[in-house]
């Protein structure tokens, strides 16, 4: 039984911090590529950061130098260390994985968390 559990979302003023994280279970966590995206109202789901397997990270343009993904293999966890948080920054954040790594891009054609809602205000 697959599952992607997400939790550390919650209200955040505007230029605080916030660390997500995604707990895996039911699936070979160290093979797959992970990845966080994120949907506001109104809007289609974007991707934010994403890590392969090995470690090499990818970032939206609209959250380089502010956000840092990470992964720790041996407890099948996901995490995104958020900071200097913007109003636009506010949505629901999904965890995703994907098996056979990060090559094809984002990670959407695999496993989706229920997300978590971040709120900056």
């Known amino acids: 039984h697959v599952q992607l559990v997400e939790s550390g979302g919650g209200s955040v003023q505007t230029g605080g911090s916030l660390k997500l994280s995604c707990t895996a279970s039911g699936f070979t966590y160290g093979y797959h590529c992970m990845g966080w995206f994120r949907q506001s109202a109104g809007k289609e789901r974007e991707g934010v950061a994403r890590?392969?397997?090995?470690?090499?990270?990818t970032y939206a343009d609209s959250v380089k130098g502010r956000f840092t993904i990470y992964r720790d293999n041996a407890k099948n966890t996901l995490y995104l260390q958020m900071n200097s948080l913007k109003d636009e920054d506010a949505a629901m954040y999904y965890c995703?994985?994907?098996?056979?790594?990060?090559?094809?891009?984002?990670?959407?054609?695999?496993?989706w968390g229920q997300g978590t809602q971040v709120t900056v205000s």
């Open positions: 890590v392969d397997s090995d470690g090499p990270t």
């Open positions: 995703a994985a994907e098996a056979l790594g990060c090559e094809g891009g984002w990670p959407t054609d695999g496993y």
